[in-house]
DNA sequence: CCCATCTACAACCATTTGGTTGTACGTTAG
DNA sequence: CTAACGTACAACCAAATGGTTGTAGATGGG
């Protein structure tokens, strides 16, 4: 399942990283003014490895890259992250709406709505998504 | 952290669900014509049982419904649930921009920049995002 | 009625996750 | 140089995840 340059996979790692209160709260802090991990570390009720451990997450999905100055290690949200974020999004809705609309006109002849599944999903068993 | 009417919590199942290749499929077979679960999973390499546990946290993401005809279970994707997560995004990227903004103002000034952090981030440690 | 089908749910297991502590290493300040 | 700081990383732990099997309750077809 790749569709717009994306992998399954990177959209896993994304989604993942976004599926987190702390994770996303580091990204809003990082993007005014990019702050060491020890600084990040000192806003959160856990420990600094505990923070380190989540700009890492975030790191391997791309949300976020850090730059080493002298002996601090700088994070700085990625302004090109939330664009693919939106584009793994766009790519499911895209789904959406074509069917969406096609079933609009199936939805025409709701007499036989009830006989059975309006597409019968021609032949879906060929292993097509989870590759995990 | 609410900010549009959204919970973190809602936020966190909402991109949870999201990041897993086998959902994400689910959510795209499940808008061309509601599926029962038992001819859903027939289209995946796993148990019957593993993929009503897939659906549940899709439904309780809210990404989907399920609706009972006789014996069956009819699970459709839930059109306004993509619009959910990219409020989700959008919360999340307003963050963005306003302060990315109000960032290439500061980086005029480009001369005092390695004398420190650009925004010294005012009083974070208030303790906000996090309430895991 | 009886049987096959679809669903629900509990119990179990391996792996991952989110957190901790502890140790080691480079860098900067005094 | 030495001490303090910021980081990296390993080891460990509890809880959640993603999967399995097995059992049991509704429902529809012959």
Redesign the pocket.
Known sequence: MVVDGLTDDTVDRLF?AL??A??RDILRRCVRGE???????AA??????????????LERAGLVT?E????????RTDPDAVGRARRALDELESAWRARVDRMSGLLADDAGRDAGPAAPAPDDRTRKG?D?
């Open positions: 993942h599926a987190d702390t994770r702050l060491s991990v020890s600084r990040l570390a959160y009720p856990m420990t600094f490895a505990a923070v380190q451990k989540h700009v890492t997450v850090k080493r100055r002298g002996r601090e290690q700088l994070v989870p995990r």
